[in-house]
């Protein structure tokens, strides 16, 4: 796996499959995006790519948050390495970052730095400014610019939705088994 510390230190060309997210404990539902990342790359011939971002967006929006994370960024890349992933890219989440309109991260990030022809998220992926896009905008910016979205349903383990926020909760209030 190659790792690129900015979107802008990638400088391939080869069309890609793309997934978005801080990925924080990379759990099951995590893992389900990788896997099917993998597999989409494998049949279709594409760059598979993780575009992660550090520090956590919360941390950076919300400077009163007591944000802990389940992982560090080192073990964060070092779970992602082992799913086979081919480029890990962590782009430092600044205010301005966090400023893109989802119009410019698509255009100019996903289809004119990255050259997007897939994009696989989970059901509930936000994103742009304020996180005021959702699935159904992506879906339309496929249409618009040539690129397949991919949703990945809530993953579920004993009738509880799994999800990096309620892992860090249980984390938080010492309920370790029910964070496994």
């Not at 924080?24 to 990788?34: A, E, P, R, S, Y």
């Not at 011939?45 to 389940?70: G, N």
């Not at 993953?155 to 029910?178: D, F, P, Y």
């Amino acid at each position: 796996m190659k790792v690129y510390n900015s979107i802008a230190a990638y400088q391939k060309t080869k069309p890609t499959i793309i997934t978005i997210g801080t990925f924080d404990g990379v759990h099951m539902g995590h893992q389900k995006i990788l896997k099917q990342l993998n597999k989409t790359a494998l049949t279709n011939e594409l760059e598979s790519i993780l575009v992660s971002f550090f520090p956590h967006p919360r941390m950076v929006l919300q400077k009163e948050s007591s944000l802990k994370l389940i992982n560090t960024i080192e073990e964060r890349t070092q779970m992602i390495e082992k799913t086979g992933i081919s480029n890990l890219i962590i782009q430092p989440f600044t205010r301005e970052f966090s400023r893109l309109s989802a119009l410019d991260f698509v255009r100019d990030i996903l289809v004119n730095q990255l050259h997007i022809k897939k994009i696989i998220v989970g059901y509930d992926h936000q994103f742009g400014r304020n996180r005021n896009a959702t699935i159904d905008d992506l879906i339309e910016f496929g249409k618009t610019y040539d690129f397949e979205v991919i949703e990945i349903s809530a993953q579920q383990l004993e009738n509880v939705s799994i999800s990096s926020t309620k892992i860090r909760n249980a984390l938080n209030e010492g309920a370790v088994e029910s964070a496994n």
